[in-house]
């Protein structure tokens, strides 16, 4: 157990419906990041949020959209589905580096399958 | 936008074969990190590097950073069944991982 809690683990939904994915970081952690992994591909970046506010957004599409809460748990939010969009939806989780050059280590969770029919 | 490239995509080996995967990237970077996902589970972190030329090693695993800060490498030896899976490097620009790049990954299998 990584410590990140994503709900739920898997989802079947059609064509058209909106979904929402949910993260619980690590105890303390303040960073949240959203990666998107299709089958067999690399790990594409949706969105980082920090205590709250979007600090990095990378290739999400407009039909998406997420949010961190003041608890600090998020949401990614996706609608208007398409077939497309099937894919391992990943939650990580950072603590801030102390200092010096290295980039937030991320703490995955282990993910929510979302299959679009 | 920065890229980063790993190679090869697959590679396959006999237990007690040595593996290498290579990363590369676009632009000069301020770290990088590796990360293992086994089948069917999420990504871990391995190690990260920082310094121009940099040497780390962990068991049989031995990760190098490029003079220029613009390559990496994982190198494994002697592979073991329990290496099997996908390593992924990631390039990033400062502190911000939502600004590093992930490679494709390398999937690899081991065969006994």
């Known amino acids: 157990d990584s410590g990140v809690t994503q709900t739920p683990k898997h989802l079947i939904t059609a064509t058209g419906q909106r979904v929402t994915l949910r993260c619980s970081p690590r105890?303390?952690?303040?960073?949240v990041y959203w990666y998107q992994q299709s089958l067999d591909q690399g790990l594409q970046f949706l969105i980082h949020?920090?205590?709250?506010?979007?600090?990095a957004k990378g290739n999400i599409l407009e039909r998406f959209s997420a949010q961190q809460f003041p608890d600090l748990h998020s949401e990614l939010n996706l609608s208007s589905l398409e077939l497309g969009d099937s894919a391992l939806y990943f939650c990580?989780?950072?603590?801030?580096?102390?200092?010096?050059?290295?980039?937030?280590?991320?703490?995955f969770g282990a993910g929510s399958r979302l299959t679009v029919l | 936008g920065q890229q980063v490239m790993q190679i090869p995509q697959y590679q396959h080996v006999q237990e007690g074969e040595d593996f290498t995967t290579y990363c590369n990237s676009s632009?000069?970077?301020?770290?990088i990190q590796w990360y293992k996902q086994r089948p069917g589970g999420h990504p871990v972190f391995l190690i990260q590097?920082?310094?121009?030329?940099e040497v780390k090693k962990q068991k049989r695993l031995t990760f190098q950073f490029g003079e220029a800060k613009k390559n990496s490498s994982l190198h494994i030896t002697a592979t073991q069944t329990t290496d099997v899976g996908t390593y992924f490097c990631?390039?990033?620009?400062?502190?911000?991982?939502?600004?590093?790049?992930f490679g494709d990954g390398t999937t690899l299998t081991v065969k006994p």
């Open positions: 990580a989780s950072s603590a801030p580096v102390a200092g010096g050059a290295g980039a937030n280590v991320l703490t």
């Open positions: 105890s303390g952690d303040l960073s």
């Open positions: 949020y920090y205590n709250g506010e979007e600090r």
């Open positions: 632009t000069t970077l301020s770290n």
């Open positions: 590097l920082v310094k121009s030329g």
């Open positions: 990631a390039g990033g620009i400062g502190t911000n991982a939502g600004k590093s790049t």
